[in-house]
């Protein structure tokens, strides 16, 4: 099996991965929200402030992780070690 696939593997893992931790994050984070602004309606402005900033939070650290994924797939930085190695 040929390093550019392994590579291949990798960027979908970390893009997979990723995707199914900030889903799972921002749902627990939903419905905990719904949680509190049934229990406390008189703060659910500040909640709903807070909710947000963290949902961007979360998405920015997914997308980091794609970026990273990404920069593998197009210009692995490993190739060229790999290519020095004797065979």
Same mark, same amino acid.
């Given at each position: 099996?040929?390093?550019? &696939?392994?590579? *291949?593997?990798? *960027?979908?893992?970390i893009? +997979?991965?990723?995707?199914?931790?900030?889903? /799972?994050?921002? +749902?627990?984070?939903? &419905? =905990?929200?719904?949680? &509190?602004? @049934?229990?406390? $309606?008189?703060?659910?402005?500040?909640?709903?402030? =807070?909710?947000f900033?963290?949902?961007?939070?979360?998405? *920015?650290? #997914?997308? /980091?992780?794609?970026?990273?994924?990404?920069? #593998? *797939?197009? @210009?692995? $930085? #490993?190739?060229?070690?790999? @290519?020095?190695?004797? =065979?």
């Amino acid at each position: 099996m040929e390093v550019i &696939s392994f590579v *291949a593997l990798a *960027a979908g893992l970390i893009i +997979g991965l990723g995707a199914i931790g900030a889903c /799972i994050g921002i +749902g627990v984070m939903g &419905s =905990k929200y719904l949680e &509190s602004a @049934a229990r406390q $309606p008189e703060l659910m402005n500040e909640l709903q402030t =807070k909710m947000f900033l963290l949902v961007g939070l979360i998405d *920015a650290a #997914f997308i /980091i992780g794609v970026g990273i994924a990404l920069w #593998f *797939a197009t @210009a692995n $930085p #490993f190739l060229g070690q790999l @290519a020095n190695l004797p =065979k």
